[in-house]
């Protein structure tokens, strides 16, 4: 199983941009997933989350600026951050939730990370 991100970039503080998240190889089903920031010097901070259900979760830093969102097609997760702050820097991570194996057990994967500079 992999979980490749992209999309992050260097934005002016007031933009945006959309981070993503591409789940690969074999599994039965994806139970969640989430966004993590981690800067230097600190630990990886939850973001965001949703589930199977289409149930999400925010912290509330980025509840109203950013959303998140799942294409189950493409087992690949969104995250549309808007009214960037430049607090909002950091190196933002996908962790997935996905059931292997059989019988299937849901385990905790991380994708490699993707950098988010936001300039005042």
């Known amino acids: 199983v992999q979980l490749q991100a992209s999309g992050g970039g260097l934005a002016q503080a007031g933009g945006s941009l959309r981070l993503s998240c591409a789940a690969s190889?074999?599994?039965?089903?994806?139970?969640?997933k989430a966004w993590y920031r981690q800067t230097p010097g600190s630990q990886r901070n939850f973001v965001a989350s949703i589930r199977s259900d289409g149930a999400t979760l925010y912290q509330d830093s980025e509840e109203g600026r950013f959303v998140i969102s799942s294409d189950s097609a493409k087992n690949t997760m969104y995250l549309q951050m808007s009214k960037l702050k430049p607090e909002d820097t950091g190196v933002y991570y996908c962790?997935?939730?996905?059931?292997?194996?059989?019988?299937?057990?849901?385990?905790?994967?991380w994708g490699q990370g993707t950098q988010v500079t936001v300039s005042s």
């Open positions: 190889g074999h599994f039965s089903d994806i139970v969640s």
């Open positions: 962790k997935g939730r996905l059931r292997t194996g059989k019988p299937p057990i849901a385990d905790d994967y």
